[in-house]
């Protein structure tokens, strides 16, 4: 059994094996020997120690990860032995001396290079990435922002708060495609020390011209050096034709890749919101009232507590909605580390248990709408053969609704305060009948879950109507107390009338009335506000419009008629009736009728 250290390395801590540790410390101790008499020593070992903590973070999978030889290896053999580079200011001279095991071409990646940046580093960046001159990468941006009316401003400002700042000495390297080993690192952090001592020179030169002959050759060696370097870099980071275009197309695609991964947070972001202020707005409803709620509790006829339906569906769909937000930032920061196998099973159960529970309530609420049963109350009333009767609904300002609707109902409180449903859920029915008497029959149903409570539901339905000598006025509401939930109450009203009698419908009953004769229904909306004479199992419109057939485009002896109107010709004599009037022309007299009066013409006048 080997024991495990824990380790600070660059601010980061890592659990690693003794063995691993010891060979860890031998390679740092053999890095800080060779950069013994080295200028910059200190930043040199600084970001060696960070970059082998971030090769170290890219292994491991989890917080409790031991790190063992294989990856102390690893890392080894990107970074380098120290003997590998002979790394000294030989390299300053006209033919470098340095020796370096080949390796694989690292690839690129993209950062804002901010020290050379005129905002952001967005274009310095872009052409180190692309491998063109950053001068080139500035006027396509400038020329593109102009064409685009702006847009490709605010494209400018989303890759600087979405692109990193190359910070580190790795950063650096890796974003003009240089392997980020111990050499290049010693060159990058020499090289910046090289500019500082030039900048120093340059100020000191211009502040006392007494610097001796052999300082200026110095610099001149210097800016040489730096020549050379910068041929090399050039050299080095230069790609064909093609390569270019594979890397431009492929910038692109990631870039598209960015915006998916933006729209999947900002989806899952907001859903995410909304599902939590849904899930606290119903877990204080005891507290806090919230418009619409109360639809809801009335609607929920299996008394489920609105908090757990809440909490059910806050998971279920709540769940997807983070992975979809988690792979959007996936998709944006390539080194996120994962939630951890235990954080995803955990989620999984839950969304399962969860879904479940909403199938169980949807099961249990349906059951509530099982069974349908009804409830009838019949009144016998008497009215004289070839009486009227006149059938009105009457309205309620509180309550009552001319206008019917079968699927809605509303809440409110009663005269004593309770809090009750309504709704206008109302059916007219008219039957005739051959006895002598009249008679109206009030059927109340609801659904339950069973037959028992579908029948009290029933007859918990409040309905009222007056029967005035030969009038009967029939509320336009149905009420029922809140316990009773919303468990689709209706009434329908059947009247059974005697034949002969004359019935009339108010104008205001015909949404309450079927819009076809059907079954033993004798009477439908159109019907309203006439007089009706009850026959057998139909009725006799007493003042209804007469209904002409008339054969259209018929044509026989002189007499045209058609959906222009009718002509009628008789020898020299015609006569034509239209929408426009009628008019008459015979050889002694002209008639015309129309909206300005009658005209009548003689050839005597």
């Not at 692109?252 to 933006?262: E, P, R």
Request: proline content about 2%.
């Amino acid at each position: 059994m080997n024991k495990t250290v824990n380790i600070n390395l660059a601010g980061i801590f890592f659990h690693i094996d003794e063995d691993a540790y010891l060979k860890l410390q031998r390679y740092l101790e053999a890095i800080k020997r060779s950069f013994t008499d080295s200028q910059g020593r200190s930043e040199i070992i600084s970001d060696i120690e960070a970059r082998i903590s971030e090769l170290f973070s890219e292994r491991v999978k989890h917080d409790k990860q031991v790190i063992g030889n294989k990856e102390v290896e690893e890392v080894i053999s990107i970074m380098g032995q120290p003997e590998d580079y002979l790394v000294d200011d030989e390299i300053f001279e006209d033919e470098p001396k340095t020796t370096y095991k080949t390796k694989s071409a690292p690839s690129k990646k993209l950062f804002r290079d901010t020290d050379n940046s005129y905002i952001g580093g967005v274009a310095s960046g872009l052409g180190h990435y692309l491998g063109i001159d950053a001068v080139w990468i500035r006027l396509i941006w400038l020329l593109l922002a102009i064409g685009s009316g702006g847009t490709f401003i605010f494209i400018y400002i989303l890759f600087w708060v979405l692109v990193p700042e190359a910070r580190t000495t790795a950063d650096k390297l890796t974003m003009t495609g240089e392997p980020v080993n111990i050499s290049n690192i010693e060159k990058k952090i020499k090289d910046g020390f090289e500019s500082v001592s030039e900048t120093v020179t340059d100020v000191a030169k211009n502040v006392s011209e007494s610097v001796s002959g052999a300082a200026k050759n110095v610099s001149d060696a210097a800016k040489k050096v730096d020549l050379k370097k910068q041929s090399s870099n050039i050299k080095s980071s230069s790609k064909s034709f093609f390569d270019t275009l594979g890397d431009i197309i492929m910038f692109f695609f990631t870039v598209f890749a960015k915006f998916v991964g933006i729209i999947l947070m900002i989806t899952g972001a907001s859903a995410l919101i909304a599902l939590i202020i849904g899930l606290f707005s119903l877990g204080v409803t005891n507290i806090l009232h919230i418009p619409g709620l109360d639809f809801v509790e009335m609607a929920n006829a299996g008394d489920t507590p609105i908090w757990l339906v809440s909490l059910l569906a806050f998971f279920s769909v709540g769940i997807p909605f983070f992975f979809l937000f988690y792979l959007g930032l996936k998709i944006l920061v390539n080194n996120l580390k994962s939630i951890g196998n235990i954080a995803k099973f955990t989620l999984l159960g839950i969304w399962i248990l969860s879904f479940i529970g909403l199938i169980i309530i949807g099961i249990r609420q349906a059951s509530e709408h099982a069974f349908n049963e009804r409830v009838t109350e019949k009144q016998e009333f008497f009215i004289a053969p070839n009486d009227t009767l006149h059938i009105k609904m009457v309205n309620n300002d509180k309550y009552g609704s001319l206008y019917r609707n079968h699927q809605s109902f509303k809440f409110g409180n009663n005269e004593k305060g309770e809090r009750i449903i309504y709704s206008s859920d109302i059916d007219i029915i008219v039957k005739s009948t051959t006895d002598s008497i009249a008679s109206i029959s009030i059927e109340k149903s609801a659904d339950g879950r069973d037959y028992d409570k579908a029948i009290e539901r029933a007859n918990n339905i409040s309905y009222s109507y007056t029967i005035k000598g030969n009038d009967i006025l029939l509320d336009s509401y149905l009420m029922t107390k809140a316990k009773n939930k919303f468990s689709d109450q209706e009434i329908d009203i059947i009247l059974y009338l005697p034949e002969g009698i004359i019935a009339n419908f108010n104008t205001n009953t015909r949404n309450f009335l079927n819009n076809r004769i059907y079954d033993d229904n004798i009477v439908s909306s159109k019907h309203v506000n006439h007089f009706l004479k009850i026959k057998t199992d139909e009725v006799d419109c007493l003042d209804c419009p007469v209904e002409i057939d008339i054969d259209i485009d018929h044509e026989d002896d002189g007499i045209i008629i058609n959906k222009e109107g009718i002509d009628i010709k008789v020898d020299s004599s015609s006569l034509r009736i239209n929408k426009n009037g009628l008019k008459a022309n015979s050889p002694a007299v002209k008639v015309n009728i129309d909206n300005n009066g009658i005209q009548i013409k003689s050839d005597e006048n």
